[in-house]
């Protein structure tokens, strides 16, 4: 029972479909972020749930490590066979199978990216909200619960999935959930396995909520002295009721990343970007009164439009952060790591954050969907200077225990993957041993993703 | 190991304060149903959690079986210790222990009902948004992931509750969740226990989210011919993205027991009663918005108002539904059962229920949350009556049947309690084994509610 016998099984199953050239295998254990090359022993494209329930079977027969494997985009190296073993890239597992527009939902398979979805629901009036920056597959976006923009008006992936299809670790099929909107039946297998990075099943198919295009939209800009005056800004049109789509905070270093990398010229102060959904003239009335509350704290330059082209410059911009952080450090990996706090912490936890790096000597930039009080850092990484490698890894461990001492997440979005396992038990306490024994009752071979969110029990190899 | 050896350990532990009297577990084992009186062998009010922990604790050493008690209004017996054993009654752990306003959150106790929460928060400008008819307890509706009429706009108990305390089969204390909004981090046990009916921990604190008060609300009733009118109105209102708050379908038989019980004088025939909250002029415009789609539906008597008073009352006889529907009944005790179905199925569902309501000679009420595709049925049962007893079994085995043929769930927001066990594996298939995988990894003994949701497998006297 070793990953050489599973891979004879699965190449009697498979025929030349098993590939294990060293180029597919290389370019599987690729990253967007600073872990090196970590390639799998073979990688499959399956081709429909059935075949994945068989190579499942198969592989917990040999008890051989199994990664799903959707765009690559994660940031906490989920999509990375550590242990080695098979790699199943749902490439060819990509196709809107439903689109149910009187229910506002779709039915879709985990390979399809988000960016897909929305070009297939471009005629319908209807889009799906979830938006991390990265292209990233609905899957891999489930696996790791991920958020972005606009969760704080639509919600994260947790709020967004109504039902799943799963290959379980013995290879059997479930269905969680219905295509009712809610339902109290049962135990919620479906949140159990958004965010569970692949540790306790292989998503095989999603159902997910869409919302309508709204009428109208806006989006604003406006700057502050202090990121203190930005918080508050946002703190106080949150407790105002005024239903913000988006709202992204930008440190003076972001900002400097954007000018570098994006040619604007905003001067280097803190930022918030944000947006609102809905009627021509509540768009109106509620980019009026945002600006109202930011000139109450002092809001310079602010403006606010509803052409489409200026809405869709700012928001691509904001969308490449991750590369814009990346250019303030030429020639270096990258790290992009986050931690989400309750708003009313989360000026002193980017302000406690900035001066960390600081005093560290590292050039992070602080990007954050602010009213979630998410926030991201972004460092540049020389993995060959171990120097700089150990101010990085202070600087991202005093991060997590400044999110965990101010009653916060050592991840909103990016997951726990290889990178916050060391953070499970000052986060979760007692409850990590229940996490572990739902994990050794579900995947007793602990051949799902194994050496993700829990330490790497049985190295196969 | 039994139930009688749990007792005089716990009698040990807490003196006079393990009460045994006929009067305290008849009271215990009284429910709103139709169930009979099913008392615990012993009652305890724990102060705090870790006594709490202390008492399960020993009723897991005795293999004593061990029920959570809020106020008492489950509709599926949630709350009826099915195997005897200890009912720990949360009415003295009922404080509201803090409230975040910068994070609009609330820390509370499982006991306190969500009546007492709104009535603490009155003049914080905030509100806790769910709402099932009856004055539930918050650690109740969280174990049976309720929901009500404001679903639709502020989601369920499951989108409501940020993080947990509980306390688990073998005493030890967990907790879930944190203070931020959102989390990638570990699996989510905090949704695991949501809806886990006190099979899987017993819940000791919860943080919930809170809503700021609309700076207005405007509510509307309509009358229709049909029940596809009314639906297809209510559809074409979500597909147009206005933001309704309650949106809540009568058919003529609810209508005919409000006339009944609240002395209204409604047409006998199918109505919407729903709410809009926003700015004063936001939920104007929705209103008269919802309006003109009601009207391509052949609405009548299409009227709103932004009068307190007005909207009071029409929500205070809403909220009684459950003895409204039970006049219809008089003399005779009542089943209040819920599905839920896609909303694009709503129509035929309701219209199917009707009919087979009728055919089998009974007098059910239909009213629901119709913007989740949720209703329920209410029928008066005489459980003397074996005849009746077969009739309202049929009525209800064919409507859950009927859900799912729909593509829907059992229930939407009553739980699966001991009425619906037997549709367990009909909805989740597969995922049931999975489910008791993960009872059987956490609760060993089946201390925690045991014979709810799944059958009962060890009767322990």
Redesign the interface.
């Known amino acids: 029972m070793t990953i050489q016998s599973a891979l004879k099984a699965l190449e009697r199953l498979l025929g030349d479909r098993l590939l294990t050239s060293d180029a597919v295998c290389a370019q599987h254990g690729e990253n967007e972020t600073y872990y090196p090359n970590t390639p799998p022993d073979a990688v499959i494209f399956p081709e429909n749930t059935e075949e994945v329930s068989q190579i499942v079977k198969l592989c917990n027969l040999h008890a051989c490590p199994i990664v799903a494997y959707g765009a690559g985009t994660s940031l906490e190296a989920q999509h990375l066979p550590v242990q080695g073993g098979v790699t199943l890239d749902f490439a060819n597992m990509n196709k809107v199978l439903e689109v149910?527009?009187?229910?506002?939902?779709a039915v879709v398979q985990p390979g399809l990216t988000r960016e897909e979805l929305n070009t297939y629901l471009r005629d319908t009036?209807l889009f799906f909200s979830v938006d991390p920056g990265a292209n990233a597959s609905m899957g891999g976006m489930a696996a790791?619960?991920?958020?972005g923009t606009t969760?704080v008006r639509y919600g994260?992936m947790?709020?967004n999935v109504l039902a799943l299809e799963a290959v379980?670790a013995d290879g059997?099929?479930?269905?969680?959930g219905?295509?009712?909107?809610?339902?109290?039946?049962?135990?919620?297998?479906t949140?159990?396995l958004?965010?569970?990075e692949g540790t306790?099943g292989i998503i095989t198919e999603l159902t997910v909520k869409l919302?309508?295009q709204?009428?109208a939209i806006s989006a604003a800009t406006c700057r502050f002295d202090s990121i203190e005056d930005a918080v508050n800004t946002v703190?106080l049109t949150?407790?105002?009721?005024i239903p913000m789509a988006r709202i992204e905070l930008l440190d003076d270093v972001m900002v400097r990343g954007f000018n570098t990398y994006s040619k604007s010229d905003f001067p280097e102060k803190p930022h918030l970007f944000v947006e609102f959904h809905?009627?021509t003239?509540?768009v109106a009335?509620q980019a009026e009164s945002f600006g109202d509350i930011a000139a109450e704290f002092s809001a310079e330059a602010f403006s606010w439009t509803t052409k489409t082209e200026e809405r869709t410059a700012l928001w691509a911009m904001r969308h490449k952060a991750h590369y814009a952080s990346w250019s303030l450090n030429p020639g270096k990996k990258f790290l992009a790591t986050d931690v989400?706090?309750?708003?009313?912490k989360l000026a002193e936890a980017v302000v406690e954050a900035k001066e960390d790096s600081l005093r560290l000597g590292l050039t992070s930039t602080i990007v954050g969907h602010v009213g979630?009080?998410?926030f991201h850092c972004g460092v540049g990484i020389d993995p060959e200077d171990a120097d700089e490698l150990a101010r990085v890894e202070e600087f991202t461990d005093n991060l997590c225990k400044l999110?965990l001492r101010l009653?916060?997440?050592?991840?909103?979005?990016?997951?726990?993957g290889v990178g916050?396992i060391k953070?499970?038990e000052a986060?979760?306490?007692?409850?990590?041993?229940?996490?572990q024994?739902?994990?050794?009752?579900?995947d007793p071979n602990s051949i799902l993703n194994p050496g993700k969110?829990f330490p790497a029990t049985n190295a196969q190899r």
């Open positions: 149910r527009d009187e229910d506002l939902t009036g790791t619960r991920a958020s969760a994260t947790s709020d379980m059997t099929i479930v269905r969680t219905t295509g009712a909107r809610k339902s109290a039946s049962g135990y919620d297998l949140h159990l958004i965010g569970s306790l919302h309508g709204p009428e703190i949150i407790q105002s009721g809905g009627s003239a509540a009335e989400c706090v309750p708003i009313s979630d009080g998410n999110a009653g916060g997440t050592v991840t909103g979005e990016h997951g726990i916050k953070f499970m986060e979760h306490g007692s409850a990590v041993g229940f996490m024994a739902i994990k050794a009752a579900l969110i």
